[in-house]
């Protein structure tokens, strides 16, 4: 989930169209220390005190509903027998 969290930030931050400051940095995820001293513009993403809120937490599904429909977009395959076999969607 940090690595999910930590892509997303660095794909915000890499996207085209940045200023040019911004776009120039150099984006790291390290823990900054007593000798942090960098030579370039960087942006230090280290996630501090990161906890989790066990009030959100559920173990319930959950299903997002469109227009009052749930979408569905799943789709299986069957392997095929020796003699044939088919591909289904669900």
Known sequence: MIQDLSQTLRAILTQPGLPSELSAAHIVFDRPGDTFNPSQTVIDLFLYDLRE??????????????????????????????????RRSS
């Open 53 to 86: 809120n066990l009030e959100l937490r559920s173990n319930d599904s959950a299903l997002t509903r469109v227009n009052g429909a749930v979408p569905t977009c799943a789709r299986s395959w069957i392997p095929r027998p020796s003699k044939g076999g088919r």
